[in-house]
């Protein structure tokens, strides 16, 4: 089932099919499947990429492209009355009342580089009135590693037909929480900075491996007791914060507010811990702000 049950190239070994897949959700995991194979041939080309002058970034955008285009192609054959928002530059029509949120690669760096830590992700999300929208159902797909975490509302959370639950640590000492670091053009460093220099003296670990949805289905897997990032978008959370809800855990913004899928600021984890880390958060961000009036009114 993991990453090394398999050549990095080669074919993965057979799924089990769950009885539990409604309708919607065997068109989601046919549609991720085709869009995976497609991204994990690829996959072997970047690495073959690697040792030429020029590099891989060109031939990675392509890639992310197609694999779009095969899930819009899929899920609008399938649904064709479901509207479609895409990394890519798909984009929803304003009226509609079923919409797939989609990444078609989530981690692309990590793909650019040869590294198999990559997703494709696609949350469902249910218009419930004109004003309010729900997740309702979601599908996270590692190829590389044969991984497929899925979760509908009220149904549970799964890896390929287990059923998944957070973990259960309750103390700050032994958890490990995952988060992005933010790059070079990307806002919001001194928040993240702020949190992690109160965070890392008081717990086991703090690891970035460079894919949001993947950080969001491991800690609906258990394998992450938490995860926080800012300024995320829709598609690189839509599917996880489901999992993360019917894997038992609780999602919020740092406030403490239900807002983090429009705000893209999320704080995760199991029901003991993520208090814990959402204080540790809200205290970085409160930090900043206090630091950012301070210096604007020195000035």
């Not at 690697?50 to 492209?65: H, T, W």
Request: contains cysteine; proline residues 6%; charged residues 20%.
């Amino acid at each position: 089932m993991g990453a090394l049950s398999r050549s990095r190239t080669g074919s993965p070994p057979p799924m089990a099919v769950s009885p539990r897949l409604s309708p919607a959700m065997s068109v989601l995991h046919a549609a991720v499947h085709k869009a995976g194979r497609r991204l994990l041939r690829d996959f072997g080309e970047v690495e073959n990429l690697q040792v030429s002058p020029k590099g891989p970034g060109d031939f990675v955008s392509q890639a992310d492209l197609r694999a779009e285009q095969t899930l819009k192609e899929e899920l609008a054959r399938a649904r064709p009355g479901w509207a479609f928002l895409g990394e890519e530059g798909g984009q929803a029509e304003s009226a509609w009342e079923w919409r797939w949120v989609v990444g078609p690669l989530d981690g692309t760096t990590n793909f650019l580089h040869g590294i198999p830590h990559w997703a494709i992700s696609v949350g469902v999300e249910r218009r419930v009135s004109e004003t309010r929208t729900e997740l309702v159902a979601g599908c996270i797909y590692n190829p590389a590693g044969n991984e497929l975490f899925w979760a509908e509302k009220g149904l549970g959370a799964f890896l390929n037909d287990r059923r998944l639950r957070v973990s259960g640590r309750r103390e700050l000492p032994s958890a490990v929480f995952a988060t992005g670091i933010p790059f070079a053009k990307v806002q919001r460093r001194a928040e993240f900075s702020a949190t992690l220099a109160r965070l890392m003296p008081g717990v086991a670990g703090v690891r970035r491996f460079g894919s949001a949805a993947l950080d969001l289905a491991w800690v609906a897997a258990g394998r992450y007791d938490g995860y926080w990032e800012l300024g995320l978008n829709r598609w690189d959370i839509a599917a996880g914060l489901v999992l993360v809800r019917e894997a038992g855990g609780i999602v919020s913004d740092p406030a403490g507010g239900d807002g983090c899928y429009e705000s893209g600021d999320v704080v995760c984890g199991n029901p003991a811990l993520q208090p814990k880390l959402r204080a540790v958060v809200a205290e970085g961000i409160a930090a900043v702000a206090a630091a950012r009036e301070k210096a604007a009114g020195a000035g």
